[in-house]
């Protein structure tokens, strides 16, 4: 059974930074598809950035703010957050889709994955 679980979140002053983690479990193919998303409250989940192979790719809102990475031997994604403003403040969710399931698509969209953790809450106070 896949499992993704996210840490590092927390509470920051504006103008700081965090690390995400995601540590995947129970997965045996290559890290191909992997995403970063965000939803704030009110508000429809939001992807921020994604890896196809070592393609990346960034939402504008988040764009020389936030770096995606991968570790695959410890199997764990990053999402390095810097200059967080107060709108960054969501739940973050990692997401993966299997290297198997080619997709050509835009990875920074919910249906471009089959699995998902549970979240990581990120406040960026003013």
């Known amino acids: 059974q896949v499992q993704l679980v996210e840490s590092g979140g927390g509470s920051v002053q504006a103008g700081g930074s965090l690390r995400l983690s995601c540590v995947v479990s129970?997965?045996?193919?290559?890290?191909?598809?992997m995403g970063w998303f965000r939803q704030a409250p009110g508000k429809e989940r939001e992807g921020v950035a994604a890896?196809?192979?070592?393609?990346?790719y960034y939402s504008d809102s988040v764009n020389g703010r936030f770096t995606v990475s991968r570790d695959n031997a410890k199997h764990t994604l990053y999402l390095q957050m810097n200059s967080l403003k107060p709108e960054d403040t969501a739940m973050y969710y990692c997401?993966?889709?299997?290297?198997?399931?080619?997709?050509?698509?835009?990875?920074?969209?919910?249906?471009?994955?089959?699995?998902w953790g549970q979240g990581t809450q990120v406040t960026v106070s003013s």
């Open positions: 129970g997965y045996t193919h290559t890290y191909y598809y």
């Open positions: 890896m196809r192979g070592d393609n990346i």
């Open positions: 997401a993966l889709r299997p290297s198997y399931a080619y997709f050509s698509g835009n990875l920074l969209t919910e249906g471009a994955y089959s699995y």
